[in-house]
């Protein structure tokens, strides 16, 4: 998941960099580091300062069909001026340890978020930029992606419509920090005695924290979650930990989820459009929502029987283990991580906790930067700097062939209080050609830190994707820099990517980073590790067209009247495995209160495309030919192009989704 994109007048983060702190003797670019007590002055300072530029350039003399590149130029440069406060303010809102500093920077977005909502309803800097005419297709699009900025931030309103949706934008910015934060910041821990952690690894349990009745405490990290999902023998603690998971964002966060599809739905109507759904989808590839909803309609009759074969399967193996009657081998949606892991050991061989032998984590990063080295020709430098927190790495990327300075890369791999619960991609700061800017890709997870089993390998491969998508961006503009594409279009480099965590050719390479040597993958392991992949497909597909569905139902035309929780129990009720009373899954849903709203469907519309430029690598994905051809015609390229123009670019053809109903049908 990436987290560089839009702007705060979309509800969502601007995650754009400018002037950033630059060692030249490293050609080394850092963010800059704040106090909790720093931020509230420093923000107004940077507020005011904002202030004076945009009114230099709104008064600015510009004669009717003007070249558009000399305006365009000082219009990015003072974006990205604004992006270089901003952007870390919002990383830091998110990873920072200290409570008191991720609360001030939530603060301070809230008040840039309105100045920003203004700024872009001012019809007399609209009317600047109406003036321009471009030269070519780069600032054409530029030209055209600022228009549509300010238009879908009213600025052709009425003033009465402005000013609430002003409004609108400024309460939804709030709900959804409220929303992360309730998830992020949840100290519950969930009990458990020793006899419920029976079928966990000595080593996670040894990890655990203990209360003084000597009984077990567990958070909802992944790395604490997952296993016991997949390995702890009682059901009922199962269910106990599963509901507790769904529940996490308390039952507040409910009430903020509605709050924001009541407001999301105002806004639409504040544009004469009965969903929020068209609001967003404008600027798509998906267009309207009859064609997202065509595309899902589409996924479901493939995947449905699919899905019922998968939980059979899993209840004849679960029958045939208990020596029990078929029609007693029920599999709950709490049972389904269990009985599917242990159907993986038995038939494939795979032991998801034992491949964290084959796959150490520093190993794993090590051979991760080697393999990006040779495909797109760059080199990770290893620079220590001062950080948000003491485990967070720095890399300089270079290029190979020239030894050119392309951007800088955080790591920030392990689980701490308060941190950010998932995997995201923070694109701090965008590059410029004309600026001379270099970019700067903030990759966050929560791994374990002895080591990756083969979901948490592609995980990581797949952020890595986003990283670089970002780095390797040469871009004319920073606003156009990296991920700012095209939402539909923003996950299918590092889906793409994906695929280097699957095969021979590239997983046998692991080992060779190994300090001390760990078990080296062979072709039978790899055939396996595809079986298990493939394995579950019908579940896994069905569960992702589901989200999609509940996302785009929740901003259609009957928004008004949905209640998010029972909609959600009534969708989830009609699935293989049903509904569980009691969990409260919308809750802690952070994809639709944090940038996906309207847009959970790309997923899936992304990996359209990624397994469609994946058929460009044929059997041999290291070939650095094709390697570069990509780098160039598509990372390079940033939102400079569509997202179908560098398709076709890369393959040489129209994009196809041939590749992608084969993937889901197992053909």
Same mark, same amino acid.
């Given at each position: 998941?990436?987290?560089?994109?839009?702007?705060?007048?979309?509800?969502?983060?601007?995650?754009?960099?400018?002037?950033?702190?630059?060692?030249?003797?490293?050609?080394?670019?850092?963010?800059?580091?704040?106090?909790?007590?720093?931020?509230?002055?420093?923000?107004?300072?940077?507020?005011?300062?904002?202030?004076?530029?945009?009114?230099?350039?709104?008064?600015?003399?510009?004669?009717?069909?003007?070249?558009?590149?000399?305006?365009?130029?000082?219009?990015?440069?003072?974006?990205?001026?604004?992006?270089?406060?901003?952007?870390?303010?919002?990383?830091?809102?998110?990873?920072?340890?200290?409570?008191?500093?991720?609360?001030?920077?939530?603060?301070?977005?809230?008040?840039?978020?309105?100045?920003?909502?203004?700024?872009?309803?001012?019809?007399?800097?609209?009317?600047?930029?109406?003036?321009?005419?471009?030269?070519?297709?780069?600032?054409?699009?530029?030209?055209?992606?600022?228009?549509?900025?300010?238009?879908?931030?009213?600025?052709?309103?009425?003033?009465?419509?402005?000013?609430?949706?002003?409004?609108?934008?400024?309460?939804?910015?709030?709900?959804?920090?409220?929303?992360?934060?309730?998830?992020?910041?949840?100290? /519950?821990?969930? &009990?458990?005695?020793? !006899?419920?952690?029976?079928?966990?690894? =000595?080593?996670?349990?040894? +990890?655990?924290? @203990? #209360?003084?009745?000597?009984?077990?405490?567990?958070?909802?990290?992944?790395?604490?979650?997952?296993?016991?999902? /997949?390995?702890? &023998?009682?059901?009922? !603690?199962?269910?106990?930990?599963?509901? =507790?998971?769904?529940?996490? +964002?308390?039952? @507040? #966060?409910?009430?903020?989820?509605?709050?924001?599809?009541?407001?999301?739905?105002?806004?639409?109507?504040?544009?004469?459009?009965?969903?929020?759904?068209?609001?967003?989808?404008?600027?798509?590839? =998906?267009?309207t929502p009859e064609a997202v909803n065509s595309f899902l309609d589409e996924v479901y009759a493939k995947v449905a029987p699919l899905e019922k074969q998968d939980v059979e399967e899993l209840r004849q193996f679960k029958a045939e283990t208990l020596k029990i009657p078929l029609e007693k081998a029920e599999i709950e949606r709490w049972s389904q991580g269990y009985w599917s892991e242990k159907l993986r050991q038995a038939k494939y061989k795979v032991d998801q906790e034992k491949l964290r032998d084959y796959f150490p984590t520093e190993a794993a990063q090590k051979w991760l930067f080697a393999v990006s080295s040779d495909l797109y020709g760059i080199e990770f430098k290893p620079v220590k700097v001062k950080a948000w927190h003491d485990e967070v790495e720095y890399y300089a990327v270079h290029d190979k062939a020239t030894g050119e300075f392309m951007g800088?890369?955080?790591?920030?791999?392990?689980?701490?209080?308060?941190?950010?619960?998932?995997?995201?991609?923070?694109?701090?700061?965008?590059?410029?050609?004309?600026?001379?800017?270099?970019?700067?890709?903030?990759?966050?997870?929560?791994?374990?830190?002895?080591?990756?089993?083969?979901?948490?390998?592609?995980?990581?491969?797949?952020?890595?994707?986003?990283?670089?998508?970002?780095?390797?961006?040469?871009?004319?503009?920073?606003?156009?820099?990296?991920?700012?594409?095209?939402?539909?279009?923003?996950?299918?480099?590092?889906?793409?990517?994906?695929?280097?965590?699957?095969?021979?050719?590239?997983?046998?390479?692991?080992?060779?980073?190994?300090?001390?040597?760990?078990?080296?993958?062979?072709?039978?392991?790899?055939?396996?590790?595809?079986?298990?992949?493939?394995?579950?497909?019908?579940?896994?597909?069905?569960?992702?067209?589901?989200?999609?569905?509940?996302?785009?139902?929740?901003?259609?035309?009957?928004?008004?009247?949905?209640?998010?929780?029972?909609?959600?129990?009534?969708?989830?009720?009609?699935?293989?495995?049903?509904?569980?009373?009691?969990?409260?899954?919308?809750?802690?849903?952070?994809?639709?209160?944090?940038?996906?709203?309207?847009?959970?469907?790309?997923?899936?519309?992304?990996?359209?495309?990624?397994?469609?430029?994946?058929?460009?690598?044929?059997?041999?994905?290291?070939?650095?030919?094709?390697?570069?051809?990509?780098?160039?015609?598509?990372?390079?390229?940033?939102?400079?192009?569509?997202?179908?123009?560098?398709?076709?670019?890369?393959?040489?053809?129209?994009?196809?989704?041939?590749?992608?109903?084969?993937?889901?049908?197992?053909?």
């Open positions: 998941m990436t987290l560089k994109h839009l702007k705060f007048t979309t509800l969502c983060l601007a995650m754009i960099g400018g002037s950033q702190t630059v060692m030249a003797e490293t050609q080394t670019q850092l963010l800059p580091l704040f106090k909790a007590a720093e931020i509230p002055a420093l923000c107004d300072a940077n507020l005011d300062k904002m202030q004076k530029d945009i009114q230099k350039f709104e008064s600015q003399k510009i004669k009717n069909k003007a070249e558009a590149r000399p305006y365009l130029a000082a219009w990015d440069t003072l974006q990205a001026s604004i992006g270089d406060f901003v952007s870390p303010i919002g990383l830091y809102s998110n990873v920072d340890p200290d409570p008191a500093l991720r609360q001030a920077a939530d603060d301070c977005e809230l008040k840039i978020s309105k100045y920003l909502t203004s700024m872009y309803q001012s019809p007399k800097l609209y009317a600047q930029f109406k003036k321009l005419k471009a030269t070519d297709p780069v600032d054409e699009k530029f030209l055209k992606d600022i228009l549509n900025q300010f238009e879908k931030t009213g600025v052709q309103l009425s003033a009465e419509k402005q000013k609430r949706l002003k409004e609108i934008i400024e309460e939804s910015t709030k709900l959804g920090q409220d929303y992360s934060k309730n998830v992020r910041d949840n100290p /519950e821990k969930v &009990e458990f005695t020793a !006899a419920e952690l029976k079928g966990l690894p =000595a080593s996670y349990i040894a +990890g655990l924290k @203990k #209360n003084e009745k000597g009984n077990y405490l567990l958070g909802f990290d992944y790395p604490e979650y997952q296993p016991f999902m /997949e390995l702890a &023998e009682s059901d009922e !603690a199962r269910k106990r930990y599963q509901t =507790a998971y769904t529940r996490r +964002g308390t039952e @507040k #966060n409910l009430e903020y989820m509605k709050k924001a599809i009541d407001l999301r739905y105002e806004l639409a109507q504040l544009f004469d459009k009965d969903s929020y759904a068209y609001v967003a989808l404008k600027d798509r590839m =998906a267009k800088g890369l955080y790591v920030d791999k392990y689980p701490r209080e308060g941190k950010y619960g998932h995997a995201a991609v923070w694109g701090v700061y965008g590059g410029s050609r004309l600026n001379h800017r270099r970019p700067v890709s903030v990759l966050v997870t929560n791994f374990n830190r002895k080591g990756l089993n083969s979901n948490e390998l592609e995980t990581f491969v797949h952020e890595m994707g986003h990283a670089l998508h970002g780095i390797l961006s040469k871009t004319r503009y920073t606003e156009q820099s990296g991920t700012s594409v095209e939402r539909d279009f923003v996950e299918a480099p590092s889906q793409m990517y994906e695929e280097w965590a699957r095969r021979f050719e590239t997983l046998s390479k692991v080992a060779d980073y190994c300090e001390p040597a760990c078990p080296r993958v062979d072709e039978a392991m790899t055939e396996r590790l595809k079986n298990v992949k493939n394995y579950g497909r019908g579940l896994h597909y069905a569960r992702q067209t589901l989200y999609a569905q509940y996302d785009m139902a929740l901003h259609g035309k009957d928004a008004k009247s949905i209640d998010p929780l029972k909609l959600w129990q009534d969708m989830e009720s009609k699935t293989a495995l049903g509904s569980v009373p009691g969990q409260q899954f919308p809750g802690q849903f952070g994809h639709l209160m944090g940038g996906y709203q309207a847009g959970y469907y790309s997923y899936m519309w992304s990996e359209v495309l990624a397994l469609d430029m994946l058929s460009a690598y044929g059997d041999h994905l290291m070939d650095p030919k094709v390697g570069m051809h990509y780098r160039e015609t598509v990372l390079a390229q940033g939102g400079q192009k569509p997202g179908d123009q560098m398709v076709k670019d890369f393959l040489g053809r129209e994009p196809d989704s041939k590749a992608f109903f084969n993937e889901i049908s197992g053909h």
